[in-house]
């Protein structure tokens, strides 16, 4: 696809961030260090969901935060409708009226001493807006988010709405400087179940009418199926399954993926296949060498533990970081940024 | 009640007899009982009804399912239940009995919990009910090691043990629930979340207890550990045959796991079934809302409405029925009569709409009316294996 610079693109290329830290034997031990997110590359595209989906601490929180500019990349790059962006100077007014981010709580992410619209004026005058301008701003950016009519909102205290409410007004804050691109860290995952769907209905509204490109982070897999257009598993800071729709979720062809997908409560199939039991005595969460997951996998290979395997191509868009795909997959290069290769992910 | 309602129901796990778990169909197993209970936040003009009026009866190695939105209620009934609700929550009426089984005369025991010293409660709490709470990392003292939390417990309440016993108990209790005895040296902060909501649940277990209560305990960790522990859980129960009442928002969590389920809005119970029965053919217009609020994982994608609106403010509630604002089967009668809680089929279901109280013209619509599908078993791996894994080791 080529970029349409009014529509907004983002693109990251094999961001990596490293934590050092000390292993248990103290402040003088041995340092270690925590591959927290290792060459993760993606394309957030105009009116496409991007969705990532893991489990707590498979980085994925650090990436949104990396494409927010908030937590600096140990390497890797930017780019904005197709500009290389400085990613080790500070973050610029430039930038985050591209990129917003919207947190997992709004309990504590909206600031409760101050009214709702405080939180929405305030963006918008740090970003140049007019002092007359910024209630009828502040206002349409309530009206996006179906918080209707506006004046009954902008005079409310956070507490005196509701989750799902509150989740919608930090939709809003992250709207009122017109953003392209919307990354969204977990926001459904704090919310009832009755107004999850809502909150979904409304990304995918953004995405479809206003050609916003959104990037969806959830750790629920079936969410993540009613809304995207790519899906990402990642797994211990590296992706090691994605697919163009929800193929993965369909057709899951990585291990770690299936277990997801098995551990998701689906009444409606209560005999298909419960995951494998782990014994837990013996685990280690993640492996120092070889394919992180081996640990934990029911397949596992000596291949697997001592070599990383590389991205295989199993059709269609589909591909997945397993050995299991040697032989019926081709090895796709991760390194070539994926504007590279026509957009998407095609066999060769 | 008929053989037919019940092959309705799932089959049982194990061997555990879970029958006679319906409501009012047998005392004998009958573990804990709430009688049209209330509890208000507040005294006077100003007082907010959190509880309304709610009955359940929870039976010996039952799963009770409590299902809502949050501030429906569901965490509020059993603090009060338990008596462990703060002030301003104030108990308003009612009654809870807790039973504590028979004694060698064959006459059962049997706790006031509302009329209870707090001299009772305190035997009575941990050693026959015991709570876990969603946040283990709240919930467990910071600055002591795992250890120490199991060694307070034991002391207290089983002051007989020497020290040697109280450490192999808690490395015992420990391998209950999958973990390592070197997690004893550990502080809370230095597990995942996972392992300490597993060393809640062994503290849960330590005494025996005859109920055990887990507020939301899942609802902070991912899926995968989320399976983990609720297949553990099925497997205690099957072996222990504690009771156990599980609060949660996420109904098709309950579906597999739970044996009834009783679902709140606004303060009250509005159905309550068999899991099976609910999940194939909900009555209540608003569990149906929540049954179609969660994104299926199989066919195709479509685009699901949830439940429009937000729950109703407590301190304003509306007349008639609770959910009729929110409900798209909206009749006059809803808006200015409660509906009650009435028997529907004979699955031992009841329902409180007034859709199914049999007045005459109305006019069910498709999705409240589907039949009772009879559910096939519920599959967990874990139960068979380790039930084998214990005759192996005995």
């Known amino acids: 696809m080529q970029n349409d610079t009014t529509l907004g693109q983002l693109e990251a290329r094999g961001l990596t961030r490293h934590y050092s830290m000390r292993a248990s034997a103290g402040f003088f031990g041995p340092k270690r260090i925590v591959r927290a997110v290792d060459d993760v590359s993606l394309t957030l595209k105009a009116g496409r969901v991007t969705a990532v989906v893991g489990e707590s601490g498979s980085g994925k929180s650090v990436l949104a935060r990396m494409l927010a500019r908030i937590i600096v990349p140990t390497s890797g790059e930017l780019l904005l409708d197709g500009t290389a962006v400085p990613v080790h100077a500070k973050r610029t007014l430039a930038y985050t009226s591209q990129v917003q981010l919207v947190l997992q709580d709004p309990f504590s992410s909206i600031n409760p001493v101050h009214r709702v619209r405080h939180s929405l004026e305030r963006p918008l005058l740090i970003h140049g807006a007019k002092k007359n301008e910024v209630e009828a701003l502040a206002a349409a950016a309530l009206e996006r988010v179906s918080l209707d009519p506006p004046a009954r909102y902008l005079d409310r205290y956070p507490h005196e709405l509701s989750g799902g409410q509150l989740q919608r007004v930090s939709i809003a804050r992250a709207l009122c400087v017109k953003p392209k691109i919307l990354l969204a860290d977990e926001p459904i995952s704090m919310l009832d179940v009755s107004v999850r769907l809502g909150v979904l209905n409304l990304l995918r509204g953004l995405c479809d009418n206003d050609k916003l490109a959104i990037l969806y982070i959830t750790h629920d897999i079936a969410s993540a199926r009613y809304i995207a257009d790519e899906t990402i598993v990642m797994y211990a800071g590296q992706v090691v399954e994605r697919s163009n729709g929800t193929g993965l979720i369909d057709e899951p062809t990585h291990p770690y993926t299936q277990l997801l997908i098995a551990s998701v409560p689906d009444p409606a199939d209560p005999t298909r296949a419960m995951p494998e039991k782990v014994d837990r005595l013996t685990q280690v969460s993640i492996a120092q060498k070889g394919c992180r997951f081996s640990p934990r996998c029911p397949h596992v290979m000596d291949v697997c533990r001592n070599n990383e395997p590389p991205m295989f191509d199993v059709g269609d868009g589909h591909v997945s970081k397993c050995w299991l795909h040697a032989t019926s997959g081709e090895i796709v290069d991760v390194g070539l940024p994926e504007t590279q290769r026509g957009g998407t992910i095609t066999k060769k | 009640m008929t053989t037919d309602a019940l092959d309705l129901q799932e089959p049982t796990l194990g061997e555990v007899q879970t029958d006679g778990r319906l409501v009012g169909s047998e005392t004998a197993d009958l573990v804990f009982e709430i009688r049209n209970f209330s509890v208000d936040y507040g005294w006077g003009v100003g007082a907010v009804r959190a509880v309304n009026a709610v009955n359940l009866d929870v039976h010996r190695a039952q799963i009770l399912g409590i299902a809502g939105e949050s501030g429906s209620g569901k ?144 609802t902070a960790l991912d899926v995968v550990t989320q399976r983990e522990i609720i297949n553990e859980l099925s497997d205690l129960r099957a072996r222990f045959g504690f009771a156990m009442i599980f609060i949660t928002h996420d109904l098709s969590l309950l579906v597999e796991l739970a044996d009834e389920i009783a679902v709140m809005y606004a303060g009250s119970i509005v159905e309550r079934a068999p899991a099976g029965a609910l999940y194939s053919a909900p009555r209540h217009p608003y569990t149906l809302g929540l049954l179609n609020s969660s994104p299926p994982l199989h066919g195709e994608r479509r685009e699901l409405e949830g439940i429009p609106g937000s729950p109703p403010d407590l301190a304003d509630m509306v007349t008639g029925c609770s959910f009729h604002a929110r409900c798209p089967y909206k009749m006059e009668k809803c808006v200015t009569d409660v509906p009650a809680l009435v028997p529907t089929d004979d699955t031992g279901r009841v329902v409180a709409c007034w859709l199914h109280s049999g007045d005459v013209g109305v006019v069910v619509p498709e999705p409240l009316s589907r039949l009772v599908a009879i559910t096939p078993a519920k599959k967990f791996h874990t139960v068979s294996s380790t039930v084998k894994k214990v005759e192996e080791a005995s």
Request: proline share 4%; charged share 25%; hydrophobic share 40%.
């Open chain 2, 75 to 218: 965490s509020t009934l059993v603090y009060a239940a338990t008596r462990l609700l703060r002030s301003p929550g104030v108990i308003s009426g009612g009654g809870v009995t807790l039973n504590l089984g028979k004694d060698d005369q064959g006459i059962m025991e049997s706790v006031d919990l509302l009329k209870a010293s707090e001299k009772e409660l305190r035997k009575i709490r941990w050693s026959q009910v015991s709570i876990v709470l969603q946040s283990a990392l709240n919930a467990l003292n910071p600055v002591l090691r795992i250890s120490k939390g199991f060694e307070e417990i034991l002391k207290t309440h089983r002051p007989d043990m020497s020290k040697g016993e109280r450490r192999a108990r808690a490395i015992e209790l420990l391998s209950m629930v999958g973990l390592d005895e070197d997690r004893l040296q550990r502080f809370p902060h230095e597990l995942s979340g996972g392992q300490r909501q597993r060393i809640m649940i062994a503290m849960a277990l330590a005494l025996d207890p005859q109920l055990v209560i887990m507020d939301e305990p899942t």
